[in-house]
């Protein structure tokens, strides 16, 4: 794992600095690619005429008439004197120009080089656009630097392209490796950060030969270290290896160059016995195709010549003749099909360089590899910034924490401790609103999660806020669970010097209300610690007694902690995010000819265009509404017109619309009035249900049970499953669900459920199969294999394409001894502890009772309970249960 991270960390260190190097080196291969089809469309006038029944011209012929004009110049204009030919290149396709280079100038590297009439060896006009490839070529070899520092720079990032190529496919590795889904399919319906790593990802895969071709290949060329080497391992020394050019059709390759001091006189040379001696040989073999004739310095010395053969493997096939001219004797004949396996690799590396080595389809290729390496520099940089935008958000928010924590022992006395224990992050978000607000006025904070204190600890401050959510029936936070259990065996922490003050958060539908905060009133009471004012209780089923006691909160802090009078104190609530109406579009029942309640899927959609975002393992809070039948029985009952208008809640509504959306009274006068009625209406309380689903699904998916009682249907799952309409409005909005965020790497992740719990954790393994994170267990219980398999079909195609590695199924039922999930999770024990040892996070969601009960007890079997604790503490242990 700490190998993967130092790995992900040089990956997009290289990317990001290196990656705009690589786009233009990318860039400017792909123009280079087809470089002479684009210089056959910028020169349409350099292409041969038809000379009908003529003959091409001989290399002698050539090369006299080429003389011949030039000595006619020079006796015109001495000025225009050329300098001598040093090369003469032709080709067995009457269509394809000659090529004549002349020997470079005093104080030059390269000699001009000029292209020629076969027919009638008159020069042609210099190419249009031929500066322009020359600039991009310099650009692509050496980065516009000279040669020798330009070579060490582009084979430098030919070695990061080499890297980064090799830790991506180590990065995105799939645990099932031979499915080949996970490799290449690219998922266009996903959006945001998942579709730019899908991007990122697999069509790297696809490229990923080619990028480590080119890479190995510009590597030869640019570093003579790995040219050297390369030539040793292959114990071979290549004939030629000047550095890549471009040759098809007119092959207006650049030569190696000559020596300056060289003087090549060609006057009085004849090529006409060496020709012929040329083609004698060649056409031994089926002819040739090209053929460059090098000319000596002298007279009488032997005349080299490189050609091609009438059908060459590619355009460094080359063969080698040294030929007398006088005599015509062949003294040395190099073949390219004679040369060892070694030696014909390394005269390939520059068409495997350029794609040419497989045709046109291999130049296709390259050019798209190298147009798409902008692609992946851009989605890379897309998906650091992204990474980068969130880490520093996380770091803001921990900033505040790490600037006032863990003071010193001295300091800790005058420092002001804000302790807090979150569930769904209310907690934490308030205590650090708070703390900012105390800074303000010149308090030294300190932030802690009870996670991280005992009662030792709470003995170095005097002062100490509790904002503690409590947990279902009285139950502490599960991040409070060690603090909650230190408490219960700490007889006298020896605390009368402390004084306190609670914020309780909790739900005022259950027995226990703000259990938690009261327990632990109560243990500081016996410590005998001093309340610095009455426990304060925020009702979070209330919105109306929820600003009531926030604004009390501010109210005794500013009145017993302020430093002074005059300080300003504020804590700025952060935006809710309001309810908004979906339509409800699609209605599904899960679990036909089940002994158990009906259980839907359910979809919603947003109407506006701009779709509201979420992360996996929200929650949405569904404000319910009555059915229409049970508002016309309370109406006909007390004798009202439900189409009255009345205002309610600052809207003008019907008197039935304002009763579906509130609680129905008991009893009314009978000279009641409507507006009276709703004057005095109290609002259904809403209903939260985990979201089954991810953005790129494109809506919200709910798993919902209906919930029957003596009296009918429960409120919310009866209007949601049944009495609400398809293409009907309902009102609800996304709720953030900090305490089970999925995390944001590939760590493995063990997902733990029961019934409708499974919405919590399809929406975490839709996210993780977006990103292609593949190391999942799935443990999920049910009643009956053949009725109660939610999902099947895709849970099956999960098992299939490696999302999921392990699927453990505990259907109760379907044997004589009921096996339920918790069961199946003490079973697998060993493999529990080997997932935990390679970091991974178990999620829970579904049932409290029971289920999330008996997967507690199981674990601290397992791990015992500091074992157990220490998972939670490292926030390795969410939950989202009810």
């Known amino acids: 794992m700490m190998f993967k991270k130092i790995l992900f960390q040089l990956h997009w260190f290289i990317g990001i600095t290196a990656g705009s190097v690589l786009m233009v080196i990318g860039l400017s291969g792909s123009v280079l690619s087809f470089r002479e089809e684009l210089l056959d469309l910028m020169n349409p006038a350099d292409r041969i005429a038809d000379h009908g029944s003529a003959v091409q011209l001989t290399p002698d012929q050539l090369l006299k008439k080429l003389q011949a004009a030039d000595a006619q110049a020079t006796l015109q204009d001495p000025s225009k004197a050329s300098q001598p030919i040093s090369q003469l290149t032709v080709f067995a396709d009457p269509q394809q120009a000659a090529r004549v280079t002349f020997a470079p100038a005093s104080g030059a590297k390269r000699g001009e080089t000029r292209y020629v009439d076969p027919f009638t060896a008159t020069l042609l006009p210099p190419l249009q656009g031929d500066a322009f490839f020359n600039f991009v070529e310099r650009l692509h070899r050496w980065l516009l630097l000279p040669k020798d520092l330009g070579q060490i720079f582009t084979g430098t990032f030919a070695m990061c392209m080499f890297f980064l190529a090799l830790s991506g496919l180590y990065l995105r590795w799939p645990r099932r490796v031979f499915a080949w889904r996970n490799w290449l399919k690219l998922d266009f319906s996903l959006k945001g950060r998942s579709f730019l790593w899908g991007l990122h990802s697999v069509l790297g895969t696809w490229v990923l030969v080619v990028y480590l071709l080119l890479s190995v290949t510009g590597m030869y060329w640019a570093l003579g270290w790995f040219k050297d080497g390369a030539n040793h391992l292959l114990g071979e020394t290549p004939h030629e290896t000047a550095g890549p050019s471009v040759k098809k059709k007119t092959d207006r390759k650049k030569e190696p160059a000559l020596s300056p001091s060289a003087s090549t006189d060609t006057s009085a040379i004849d090529l006409s016995v060496t020709w012929q001696a040329f083609l004698n040989e060649a056409n031994k073999i089926g002819g040739y195709s090209m053929a460059r004739i090098r000319l000596p310095e002298q007279q009488g010395k032997p005349i080299q010549v490189f050609y091609l053969d009438a059908k060459p493997e590619h355009e460094r096939a080359r063969n080698e003749m040294l030929i007398q001219p006088d005599s015509g004797k062949i003294l040395k004949l190099d073949r390219y099909a004679d040369k060892s396996s070694g030696d014909r690799l390394l005269n390939s590396v520059y068409p495997l360089h350029m794609g040419t080595y497989f045709g046109l389809p291999g130049r296709i290729i390259i050019m798209l590899a190298g147009l798409g390496l902008p692609l992946f520099g851009i989605t890379g940089w897309m998906l650091y910034l992204d990474r980068r935008r969130k880490k520093r958000t996380a770091k803001a928010q921990r900033a ?483």
């Not at 924490?401 to 401790?417: C, D, I």
């Not at 404000?623 to 039948?629: D, G, L, M």
């Not at 209903?687 to 798993?703: C, F």
């Not at 293409?727 to 953030?736: D, F």
């Open 400 to 882: 505040q924490l790490t600037h006032t924590s863990a003071p010193s022992t001295n300091a800790a006395l005058e420092t002001l401790l804000i302790a807090y224990a979150s569930q769904s992050g209310q907690a934490e978000s308030i205590a650090l609103r708070t703390a900012a607000a105390l800074q303000a006025t010149k308090l030294t904070v300190s932030v802690q999660s009870l996670a991280t204190l005992d009662a030792e600890k709470l003995r170095h401050f005097h002062r100490v806020l509790f904002v503690v959510s409590t947990f279902g029936e009285g139950e502490p936070p599960d991040s409070a669970r060690r603090f909650s259990k230190q408490l219960a065996h700490t007889a006298n922490a020896g605390l009368p010097h402390l004084q306190y003050g609670i914020l309780a958060l909790g739900d005022s539908h259950y027995e226990h209300f703000c259990g938690f905060a009261h327990t632990l009133e109560h243990w500081l009471a016996t410590q005998n610690a001093h309340a610095l004012f009455p426990t304060i209780e925020m009702d979070n089923g209330k919105a109306h007694e929820n600003t009531a006691a926030m604004a009390l909160w501010q109210s005794v802090l500013q009145k017993t902690l302020a430093t002074t009078a005059t300080s300003s104190f504020s804590m700025a609530t952060p935006a809710k995010s309001s309810y908004q109406t979906w339509h409800l579009t699609e209605r599904r029942l899960l679990n036909v000819g089940s002994h158990g309640a009906p259980i839907f899927h359910l979809e919603l959609h947003f109407p506006a265009a701009e779709k509201p975002n979420w992360e996996s393992g929200a929650l949405v809070e569904i404000s319910p509404r009555h059915a229409q039948e049970r508002v016309d029985v309370f109406l006909q009952r007390f004798a009202k017109d439900g189409q009255t208008m009345v205002q309610h809640e600052g809207v003008a509504r019907t008197l039935a619309d304002a009763l579906s959306r509130s609680a129905l009274p008991h009893a009314i006068a009978a000279d009641t009035i409507p507006q009276q009625i709703t004057d005095h209406l109290q609002p259904l309380a809403a209903r939260r249900y985990s979201v089954a689903s991810t953005p790129e699904d494109g809506s919200i998916h709910l798993l919902v049970r209906q919930v029957g009682h003596e009296d009918g249907l429960g409120i919310a799952s009866g209007w949601i499953t049944e009495h609400a309409e398809i293409g009907q409005e309902i009102s609800m909005r996304l709720l953030a669900n900090p305490g089970f965020a999925l995390i944001d790497n590939d760590a493995p992740c063990i997902f733990i459920g029961n019934g409708s719990g499974l919405a919590g954790l399809r929406g975490h393994l839709r996210a993780r199969a977006h990103k292609q994170q593949h190391r999942n267990w799935l443990l999920f219980g049910e009643r009956h294999q053949a009725h109660d398999f939610h999902y099947r079909e895709e849970i099956e195609q999960w098992q299939k394409n490696g999302v999921l590695s392990v699927v453990d199924m505990a259907f109760s039922r379907d044997q004589e001894e009921r096996v339920y999930v918790q069961d199946k999770l003490r079973a697998a024990a060993d493999t529990v502890r080997k997932w935990l040892h390679h970091g991974a996070v178990i999620y829970v969601c579904g049932s409290l009772d029971g289920m999330a009960a008996g997967i507690d007890a199981v674990l601290v079997d397992i791990l015992g309970e500091a074992g157990m604790d220490d998972l939670i503490a490292a926030g390795r242990y969410r939950r989202d249960v009810y």
